[in-house]
């Protein structure tokens, strides 16, 4: 089965968020399950100025936007049994970031056209196309719109990922016609009209086969109002449609073992003792006193959703306690400023690294005895689960995928993972890291909990196997 993976971003070429490890992590795993894979994604600077030596030229396309024509030089590269291919259209993806700007509908709506025209240039008929969120969620639409009878594209099926239902991408009507080249009618009559705007996510919701998101409680908070940002109006109707698959993570990259990242292997026999080798490790590269304490760390885009500002709401009382903190990420500039103002009050005890950092995320993920984690919402969630690959206990909100991955103390006692809190207020987060900080004290307590967090696999196998099902119950 030929299965195209359409994104804005996918490992280990360029990732921003959790997004571009799902998407690399699936395709690699069909790969492995014999499946012919391959991700298309914009030609971005960023890949262009690390990579184009390997790059292959493939072909060209005319790319029409109305009255817009721009030409869009096609190139492949091979990565663990995947075929990359990349749409360069330097006019809109030559610059310093992935996402943010002004003219982003435009963006993706050429990208869209390209990969309509690529397709029969590079010899690759899908089976399926699988969608992932709202960048290139007209690509059915225009597809079935312009060549539904055309033989090479009739028989595709398509599938659609949400891992982020906050994110409609909502556009002017009038675009329908002036980006898409598309008939009015397809807004007026309703497929593509969501809250008056134009929308990319639903009409990826109309037009594909299949929709899935990213673990089983998502699916059911996805038929409601506060879980789906609105789109449960959209979803109820068709639910026999929806599937919620757990995401895994990439056990080669985060191997416990293996790591190349930190300085000691952690090893499930002596998973205490090699965890504090590496915390002390850590805090000797940070400039933290006294290791001896418990570390909570946290991996992370510093957003409302992420729960920081809870985070913040605890960290003087937890200070005074003893415990240590290493926060690694970016995102809104306040919580960023919140963050660097307790690192400047507490130089010891606190360090904030802004940006991102892969070595040094190992280390906090292999390191910290806690991982911060109390989302207002987290259709699935990846740190939790690499944390728990360490043995690193996480913290977090009872909701999406952090509920069907780690189970919180204060419900499963001997079998706990990790610890668990219900509402989304700084003092029930202050409550969870409270049973924490207890458990640090136990030393036999800990450990247990450490190896229950260790032994969970959540690799690819399962879900990727799941994902087959659904593409193969539509070819």
């Known amino acids: 089965m030929n299965i195209l993976m359409v994104g804005a971003e996918a490992n280990p070429y360029v990732k921003v968020g959790g997004l571009g490890d799902v998407v690399y992590s699936l395709s690699k795993a069909l790969a492995q399950q014999g499946e012919s894979v391959a991700i298309v994604l914009p030609y971005y600077l960023s890949v262009k100025e690390k990579h184009h030596a390997k790059m292959t030229h493939v072909g060209e396309v005319f790319v029409h936007l109305s009255w817009r024509t721009h030409t869009a030089q096609l190139y492949q590269s091979q990565l663990d049994g995947i075929t990359y291919y990349w749409v360069d259209l330097p006019y809109y993806f030559e610059r310093p970031n992935i996402y943010g ?133 959209l979803l109820y109707p068709i639910q026999h449609k929806l599937t919620g698959i757990l995401n895994g993570i990439d056990t080669d990259e985060w191997d416990p073992l293996k790591d190349p990242h930190i300085p000691y292997p952690i090893r499930e026999k002596t998973i205490t003792e090699d965890k504090q080798k590496n915390k002390e490790a850590l805090f000797k590269q940070l400039g933290l006193e006294h290791p001896e304490f418990p570390l909570l760390g946290l991996v992370s885009r510093l957003t409302f959703q992420k729960g920081i500002g809870l985070i913040l709401d605890n960290i003087d009382h937890f200070v005074h306690l003893g415990a240590k903190f290493v926060i690694l990420g970016s995102g809104e500039g306040e919580l960023e400023h919140r963050l660097r103002e307790y690192a400047y009050k507490y130089p010891k005890a606190v360090k904030f690294i802004q940006g991102y950092n892969n070595p040094l995320a190992h280390q906090i993920y292999a390191s910290s005895d806690f991982f911060l984690m109390p989302s207002l919402f987290e259709p699935c969630g990846i740190a939790q689960m690499i944390a728990m690959r360490y043995g690193t206990l996480p913290i977090v909100r009872e909701t999406g995928g952090l509920i069907d991955t780690v189970k919180g103390y204060a419900h499963f006692k001997e079998d706990a993972t990790g610890f668990s809190f219900q509402h989304y207020t700084g003092d029930s987060l202050g409550w969870a890291m409270n049973q924490a900080i207890e458990i640090y004290s136990i030393k036999d307590k800990l450990t247990q909990l450490q190896r229950n967090a260790y032994q969970q696999k959540n690799d690819w196998k399962k879900a990727s196997g799941l994902y087959l099902k659904v593409d193969k119950s539509h070819v």
């Open 101 to 233: 700007y002004h003219d982003e509908h435009e963006r993706w709506a050429a990208f869209v056209h390209a990969i309509h025209w690529m397709l029969p240039v590079v010899g690759f008929q899908p089976d399926i196309i699988h969608l992932h969120d709202w960048p290139a969620g007209m690509l059915p639409v225009v597809i079935k719109t312009m060549d539904g009878r055309n033989a090479f594209y009739k028989n595709i099926k398509y599938v659609l990922t949400i891992h982020s239902p906050a994110f409609h991408g909502e556009f002017p009507p009038y675009l329908v016609e002036d980006f898409y080249n598309l008939p009015m009618s397809l807004y007026e009559e309703g497929p593509l009209r969501f809250r008056d705007q134009a929308s990319t996510l639903k009409a990826a919701i109309e037009y594909t086969d299949h929709i899935t998101t990213v673990s089983p409680t998502h699916a059911k908070e996805l038929l409601t109002y506060e879980g789906s940002f609105g789109l449960n109006d």
